[in-house]
């Protein structure tokens, strides 16, 4: 099963908002993190994971809200 998303950043320099929408449009996850590496990272890895689990329920990655 293919699941695809597509990751809007709105990027400042303390922070970044991030939506994130699913083929259909809806959002399925809203956050905010720090403008650094390790955050970013952070977030890239946690929806990787959540994408190649779709029939588990995972939390998101870190600071971030599933709707």
């Known amino acids: 099963m293919t699941s695809i998303k597509y990751i809007g950043m709105d990027v400042h320099k303390e922070s970044i908002s991030i939506a994130v ?20 990272l952070d977030f890239i890895h946690g929806c990787a994971e959540s994408c190649r689990s779709p029939l588990k329920k995972e939390p998101g990655p870190p600071g971030c809200m599933t709707c």
């Open 21 to 40: 929408r699913n083929a259909a449009g809806k959002i399925v996850m809203e956050c905010v993190i720090e403008t650094k590496a390790n955050a970013i």
